[in-house]
């Protein structure tokens, strides 16, 4: 078995989510979001070297000697697939490996909400899954394109960076694309996926002004569009969005999203009362009149009003669903006050 392989076996034994390799330190393991440190041999810049030869193809090389930066998507046999993300440190390479699993766990394992679902039956529109790195957006988002797969038939067309879980055909057919495999580019697939006459287009990641505008096309002109985008919250993505754009575009893009979004849902990962698991955490916008009508008059301040009004169709704030997981006793009282926009009405609220 070679090095890699080795560690993520040992990581895999460990139930670890990630392993880092970093020049001058020993491997090292996140288990239920801590760093541990393995007992093994610092890694050297030798090392790291040989496996960036060894993992990367011909472009992959060349897109990493010119960015400094790459994610690529690994398969080993006795593993599964894994996710490497490559960076320089001090001039030399060092990884970060992230497990992507052989199974996509239901809905109730995930601590998803119900009404999740129901966005995905849309026939067409934006959804949008938000949340700091590592806050579990990939594995809700491969849940939601299996979903369809079992339901509906349909041409799903994902753009990955990488691909993290590849899906088999149900009653769907599922055409996934890697960036750097199968296109140069997020923005090109996004471009030309529009020709591959799809139902439903799966983005890894909207990342500029050009994927926000065309993934919005796409859903005006009868599209499912289901997304990714670094954003702690509802508010804070659809700021994200907006901004991006200046003077006669921005307005366009606000009066896109006020017809096309479905919905966003915002989570993070929160450690369990017992540090054995991690538990999710979320808030859920679902875009009824109110909000659409919000979001035209770009009042994005006014959402959380309709938010904590809207139980009826299915929105959950935040610091709502912090209180119901701590009254479940899924998470500890100072992890809810910890993460709440607002610690002194749970504080309140538990009395």
């Known amino acids: 078995m070679k090095p890699l392989e080795r560690l993520l076996a040992i990581a895999v034994e460990r139930g670890a989510s990630d392993l880092h390799l970093v020049a001058g330190a020993p491997p090292a393991f996140r288990v239920n979001g801590e760093i541990i440190l393995a007992e093994e041999e610092p890694v050297t810049a030798g090392d790291l070297q040989s496996l960036v030869r060894e993992l990367l193809n011909e472009e992959q090389m060349a897109a990493f000697d010119r960015d400094w930066e790459l994610c690529v998507s690994v398969h080993f046999p006795e593993i599964g697939r894994v996710r490497g993300t490559l960076y320089r440190r001090n001039g030399g390479p060092e990884f970060s490996f992230r497990f992507c699993g052989e199974y996509i766990p239901s ?125 702690p919250g509802v508010v804070h993505a659809l700021e994200r969005i907006i901004g991006v754009f200046e003077g006669a575009a921005q307005r366009q893009i606000i009066l896109q999203l006020a017809s096309t979004l479905q919905g966003i ?74 993460r709440a926009r607002y610690p002194d009405r749970i504080a309140k609220r538990t009395g």
Not at 286 to 312: D, P, Y
């Open 107 to 231: 809905r109730e394992d995930l601590g998803l909400p119900p009404k999740l679902d129901e966005l995905t039956r849309r026939p067409n529109g934006l959804l949008l899954i938000t949340g700091p790195t590592g806050s579990g957006k990939t594995t809700t988002l491969n849940y939601l394109v299996d979903l369809i797969n079992t339901e509906r038939r349909c041409k799903i067309v994902t753009i990955e960076d990488p691909i993290e879980f590849v899906h088999s055909n149900k009653k769907a057919i599922v055409v996934q694309q890697e960036v750097l495999t199968d296109t140069h580019s997020f923005n090109r697939a996004l471009i030309h996926v529009l020709r591959q006459d799809p139902d439903v287009i799966v983005v890894g990641e909207i990342r500029d002004h050009e994927a926000i505008a065309t993934a919005l096309t796409a859903a005006e002109t009868g599209h499912l569009v289901l997304a990714t985008l670094h954003a």
């Open 265 to 338: 849902i915002a989570q993070e990962l929160l450690p369990s009362v017992d540090r054995a698991r991690r538990t999710l955490a979320y808030e859920l916008l679902v875009a009824n009149s109110a909000v659409r009508n919000v979001i035209r008059e770009n009042q994005l301040h006014m959402l959380e009003t309709i938010m904590q009004t809207g139980g009826k169709d299915g929105m959950v704030l935040l610091d709502a669903c912090l209180h119901d997981l701590y009254c479940r006793c899924q998470i500890s009282y100072d992890v809810a006050l910890s």
